[in-house]
C-alpha cells in the first residue's frame, strides 16, 4: 500500500522557497483545530491542545487505513497567530498572544468521522482539550510566504522582509501570521528548524 504525502503532493504550499517570499494562492483545505491563548513555551492550555490534536490525527489515519485502505502520512503542525494588540506581537510579548493550532486533513475526512474518532480517543486517552478540538474548512487565500530556517525567536527580521515584499508589490497584509512547523522541535537543533511563514495579503 503507497503512502501518500500531501506535503510533497501541495509542495508549493508545504515547501516554498527559501531564498525570497513568494505570492500563492491558498485553496481551501480542512483541519483539525484547537483555539487557545498564552505563551506557547509555558501555557498549559498550549501543550493541552498539541495533546489532543495528535492522538485524533492520528487515529483518522489509521481508522481511515482499516476501513478505506488508503494510508497516508499525518501533516505537521500549523498555528494561527495574533493578538487583540498587535503591538504585543510585534513586541513578542508571548503571554498576550492568541493562537490556533491545527492539523491539515485530506478528503477522505468528514465531520462525522472526526466525532467518530474524538469518541474513541476520549476513551482511550481522554486528553484534556478533546472537546475543544473541532473540524473546520480554512480558505486562506491570496498569501505572501517563505521557508524559514533558524530559531522561532529569530523569525522577526524575515516575517518583517516577507511584509516588506508584499507591500512591494502592490499589496496590503490582511488576517492571522501562519506558521508551519516542518521540524520536530524536540529532536531539532533550534538552528536548523524549518518554518513555513506565511501572511495573507489583498491589493
Not at 503542525?77 to 510585534?90: H, K, N, S
Not at 488576517?175 to 520536530?184: A, C, M, N, P, Q
Amino acid at each position: 500500500m503507497a503512502k501518500i504525502d500531501y506535503k510533497k503532493e501541495l509542495k508549493s504550499f508545504y515547501k516554498p522557497s527559501a531564498k525570497a517570499p513568494g505570492i500563492a494562492n491558498i485553496p481551501k483545505m480542512n483541519f483539525l483545530m484547537v483555539d487557545g491563548s498564552g505563551n506557547p513555551n509555558t501555557a498549559q492550555s498550549y501543550k493541552d491542545a498539541i495533546e489532543a490534536l495528535y492522538p485524533v490525527a492520528y487515529a483518522l489515519k489509521f481508522k481511515i487505513k482499516k476501513t478505506q485502505g488508503i494510508d497516508y502520512v499525518v501533516m505537521p503542525l500549523e498555528g494561527l497567530w495574533w493578538a487583540e494588540d498587535m503591538d504585543t506581537f510585534i513586541s513578542r510579548d508571548k503571554d498576550a498572544w492568541l493562537w490556533t493550532m491545527m492539523i491539515m486533513q485530506p478528503e477522505y475526512v468528514t465531520a462525522e468521522l472526526v466525532e467518530e474518532v474524538k469518541a474513541e480517543v476520549a476513551k482511550k486517552k481522554a486528553p484534556a482539550a478533546l472537546d475543544k478540538v473541532k473540524f473546520v474548512a480554512y480558505a486562506e487565500g491570496l498569501s505572501v510566504q517563505i521557508l524559514y530556517t533558524g530559531s522561532y525567536d529569530n523569525e522577526g527580521p524575515t516575517i518583517a522582509a516577507m511584509h516588506d515584499f508584499a507591500e512591494q508589490h502592490g499589496y496590503s497584509l490582511r488576517g492571522k501570521h501562519h506558521e508551519i512547523y516542518l521540524s520536530d522541535a524536540r529532536k531539532t537543533a533550534p538552528d536548523k528548524l524549518k518554518t513555513v511563514l506565511r501572511q495573507p495579503i489583498q491589493k
